[in-house]
């Protein structure tokens, strides 16, 4: 597919989601702890030098996805990976507390300092894998609850707020429009409408993340994704100009 002549040059590589080696997403997995990295090796054998990237969890909890497969070893042989540091905090605690979604770096409240962007950059920067490898992933959504009357997070709530698509979801350029930002916590925002709550970034947040990540030398930023980016691609544009 890659490399078939009728589209030559459309395409740089591929990017693999497993989601998760020997862990548990939609459905759980019990692959031994080698088989990421032989997969990728394997990869690597069939590509060549052709793009290898993979995105890859976010859990630095100790025992987490991060700790269910060789990440380490199966970085010999991506280009990059990247990492989605985003969903730490969600609906699917329907009654709260209310919490971003995407917090860059702790803050006071928050259920577990391991749920952050830096927690999990840390952590696979001490299982050996090089900042220059690890790509910070920014969402263009936010994750929000109704019922809610607490301004900050760690509000009660009495479920996901409504969502264009599914339930305590919805796009950063809708959010933007009908719930503006209210403040910060953790790097990122936050928004009380009425009885809604919602977290989600925006370019000022992402500007300040753009430059955590030049600090931490790390590849780069990705965007989940373009759709749900406003109309002038607010928040990849942040991510352009604060990565230059």
């Known amino acids: 597919l890659v490399e078939d002549p009728r589209w030559a040059d459309v395409f740089d590589g591929i990017d693999l989601d497993w989601e998760y080696p020997g862990a548990c997403g939609l459905t759980c997995d019990d692959s031994p702890y080698e088989a990421l990295a032989g997969m990728m090796r394997a990869m690597r054998a069939e590509f060549g030098t052709d793009l290898l ?132 916590a953790g790097g990122t925002a936050y928004a009380k409408c009425g009885d809604e709550w919602w977290g989600y970034d925006t370019p000022e947040t992402v500007t300040g993340k753009m430059a955590w990540a030049k600090k931490q030398k790390l590849g780069g930023a990705f965007l989940w994704e373009f759709s749900g980016d406003g109309a002038k691609g607010d928040l990849f544009a942040a991510m352009h100009e604060g990565l230059r």
């Open 53 to 184: 990237a993979a995105a890859i969890a976010a859990d630095a909890s100790e025992g987490g996805k991060l700790d269910k497969a060789d990440y380490r070893g199966a970085a010999e042989y991506v280009d990059w990976y990247n990492v989605m540091t985003y969903d730490y905090f969600g609906t699917w605690a329907a009654e709260g507390p209310t919490a971003p979604h995407s917090p860059l770096t702790a803050y006071p409240g928050i259920e577990g300092e391991h749920n952050t962007s830096a927690a999990t950059i840390a952590k696979l920067r001490a299982q050996g894998i090089p900042a220059r490898q690890l790509v910070l992933g920014i969402g263009a959504y936010g994750r929000g609850w109704t019922g809610v009357t607490q301004d900050t997070p760690g509000g009660t709530a009495t479920g996901p707020a409504a969502g264009t698509f599914e339930a305590g979801n919805e796009d950063y350029k809708v959010l933007a429009e009908r719930c503006p930002a209210t403040g910060t």
